[in-house]
C-alpha cells in the first residue's frame, strides 16, 4: 500500500505535489492520501533525520510526506525562495528517474511551467503582478481551488480530487500551447494583409489560431491536413466588459473578412462557408459541425485571397 501524506485545508502546492507523485512516480499513480495538521508527519513515521530520501515504510505501507513534515518533499525549514514542495517532488523525479520525462520534452516543458505556477502562487507572487488588484487573476487555477475549498471547507479529499482534475486540465493545456508554438515556428507563413500582419499555418492543432492571434497577426488561416477544413481568424473589436481588468492601448484593426467569404463561395461554391456575424470569423467546417463539406481550395490559395481584399 502507498500513502502520500498532505496537510488539512491543502493548497495549490500541496495538490501539486501530489499530482506529480502520482503521475510520474511508478508504482504512485492511486496512492491513497491522507491529512495531518500543517508541519506535522503521519502517527508512527521517522524523524525527518531518520530517513534519507523521500519514501518511508512504516509497517507494510509505503509512506511520503509533501508540503508538511519538513521532509524531502516540504520547503518551510528551506531559506530557499525558489522552490516549494511540487518544485521539490519534481526534481526529484527528474533525478532519479529521468526517463519518466526526457522522451517528451513537450511532456517535461508543460510540467516545468505548471510546477512554475505553483511557485509563484506558493510565494504570493501575485503582489507583483500588473494590477494586482484586478479581479481577472481570480479566474487563475489558485483563485478556482480556493473558491473550492471555500465551499467545501472541511472536505480535504474532495479539494484533492477538483484539484488534480484542474491540473490534469492545465497540463493538457500547456502541452497543446507548447505544441501549438513550435507548429507556429515551424510551418507558418507570414503574409501581410491591409489590416496588418496575417499567418497561414497547415496543422491540425486548432489553438495555433488563438496563440497567432496573441502573438500579433492580426489575420490568421489555419487549414487541417486530416480533414481539409479552413478556419480563418480576424482579431476581434474591443469591447467594454465594465470590469477592470489588465488591457492593452491596442487599437482594433476593424478587420472585416466579408469580402474572403464572397470570393470562397465564387472559388469553391460546394463547400460550406460560414461567416459570423462579427464579420471575424470565417469557417469551413469545425467540431461543432461535422457535417460540413470541406473546401477543395489549398492554404496557399487562402492566403492569396487574404492578401488580395
Not at 519534481?90 to 513537450?106: A, G, M, N, R, V
Not at 500588473?130 to 487555477?141: G, H, I, R, T, V
Not at 500547456?174 to 501581410?192: H, P, S, Y
Amino acid at each position: 500500500m502507498k500513502v502520500i501524506v498532505a496537510h488539512v485545508s491543502p493548497d495549490l502546492d500541496a495538490i501539486a505535489s501530489i499530482w506529480v507523485i502520482r503521475k510520474f512516480l511508478p508504482g504512485w499513480n492511486e496512492a491513497e492520501v491522507k491529512f495531518v495538521l500543517a508541519g506535522e508527519r503521519l502517527e508512527g513515521s521517522y524523524s525527518r533525520n531518520e530517513i534519507d530520501g523521500p519514501i518511508e515504510k512504516i509497517g507494510e505501507v509505503e509512506v511520503i510526506h509533501v508540503d508538511t513534515g519538513l521532509g524531502k518533499f516540504d520547503h518551510h525549514h528551506l531559506k530557499n525562495e525558489n522552490v516549494c514542495a511540487a518544485s521539490l517532488a519534481f526534481d526529484y523525479i527528474k533525478e532519479t528517474i529521468p526517463e519518466q520525462l526526457k522522451p517528451d520534452k513537450i511532456k517535461t516543458e508543460a510540467v516545468e511551467k505548471l510546477i512554475g505556477y505553483t511557485l509563484i502562487d506558493d510565494h504570493f507572487q501575485q503582489v507583483y503582478y500588473k494590477e494586482p488588484q484586478s479581479y481577472l487573476y481570480d479566474f487563475l487555477l489558485f483563485g478556482v481551488i480556493d473558491g473550492f475549498c471555500l465551499q467545501y471547507p472541511k472536505n480535504d479529499v474532495g479539494c484533492i480530487d477538483f484539484g488534480t482534475k484542474c491540473l490534469d486540465a492545465v497540463f493538457h493545456t500547456l502541452e497543446n500551447r507548447i505544441w501549438a508554438q513550435r507548429e507556429i515556428e515551424e510551418k507558418g507563413i507570414e503574409f501581410e494583409t491591409r489590416w496588418g500582419k496575417g499567418l497561414g499555418i497547415e496543422t491540425v492543432n486548432d489553438v495555433t489560431l488563438e496563440l497567432s492571434q496573441r502573438m500579433g497577426y492580426v489575420v490568421v488561416a489555419r487549414k487541417d491536413p486530416s480533414s481539409g477544413a479552413v478556419r480563418i481568424k480576424a482579431w476581434p473589436e474591443r469591447i467594454e466588459p465594465g470590469i477592470e481588468f489588465p488591457i492593452s492601448d491596442l487599437k482594433s484593426p476593424k478587420a472585416d473578412l466579408t469580402q474572403a467569404y464572397e470570393m470562397f463561395r465564387k472559388m469553391d461554391p460546394d463547400a460550406s462557408w460560414f461567416l459570423h456575424v462579427s464579420k471575424k470569423m470565417l469557417l469551413n467546417g469545425s467540431t461543432k459541425d461535422p457535417s460540413a463539406k470541406r473546401t477543395r481550395l489549398s492554404l496557399k490559395e487562402v492566403i492569396e485571397v487574404l492578401e488580395s481584399i
